[in-house]
């Protein structure tokens, strides 16, 4: 059975460094997202991705945040300069009909 | 604005006992969809199922089943005969149907603990 995936599964940076979480959506899929996880809390937003821009976004995804389908395959969100409060879970998502979520990474920002 | 209250943020049970896990949903969009997200300790969020606002049929699927009620804008889950493999954070969830993007809104979630 086709699934998201994502890369890495665990990231650990120094605080005001960049960092990129990589995912490859369902092949078929059109529509792709990205949502994050504050340890304990509910799954948030931040940003979908459709045609090639973003077509919707979160008061979260601010200018520190990016996405990009560099090629056919890979879904990209890029922290320009990451922060303290941006340690969570990201999760990807990819949509024909119903969204399907990767496995995660966890990114903890020291 | 669009939300989905999760009340109740732990539900322990024993195994074999049956459990329900209460969602209610608020939106002004007369059309929308309804989800529910399993979380197990491993982290990842697994689908279980979407319904959508003109079909308020309950579902069942082996031990699982949903009661969605639109007069009180609920879509309850329960679970038959609980096992310790449905220990995990369970996620109610509701998006648009007018759109494509259908950004999913969730609920706080509910962690469910079976003890054998």
């Known amino acids: 059975e086709p699934e998201v995936t994502q890369t890495p599964s665990h990231q650990v940076t120094q605080m005001g460094q960049e960092v990129i979480l990589r995912c490859v959506p369902i092949?078929?899929?059109?529509?792709f997202y990205w949502y994050r996880q504050i340890l304990g809390q509910k799954v948030e937003f931040l940003v979908s991705f459709y045609n090639n821009e973003i077509s919707e976004k979160s008061e979260i995804f601010d200018d520190q945040f990016s996405v990009e389908r560099p090629d056919g395959s890979n879904f990209t969100l890029k922290i320009r300069s990451t922060k303290l409060e941006d340690s969570a879970m990201y999760f990807c998502?990819?949509?024909?009909?119903?969204?399907?979520f990767g496995p995660g990474t966890r990114l903890l920002v020291l | 604005a669009q939300k989905v209250t999760q009340a109740q943020t732990e539900i322990s049970v024993v195994e074999k006992e049956d459990v329900t896990l209460d969602c209610v949903y608020e939106?002004?969009?007369?059309?929308?969809?309804l989800f529910w997200y399993k979380q197990p300790p491993s982290g990842e969020l697994v689908f279980l199922i979407r319904r959508n606002s003109f079909d308020e049929q309950n579902e069942i699927s082996g031990r699982y089943s949903w009661n969605f009620q639109k007069s009180t804008s609920s879509f309850n889950f329960t679970i038959t005969a609980s096992q310790v493999v449905d220990s995990a954070v369970y996620f109610c969830?509701?998006?648009?149907?007018?759109?494509?993007?259908?950004?999913?809104?969730f609920g706080t979630g509910t962690r469910l603990l079976v003890s054998p």
């Open positions: 969830a509701l998006s648009d149907l007018n759109t494509g993007f259908q950004k999913l809104v």
């Open positions: 092949s078929n899929h059109l529509y």
């Open positions: 998502a990819s949509k024909a009909e119903t969204q399907y």
């Open positions: 939106t002004r969009d007369t059309t929308y969809y």
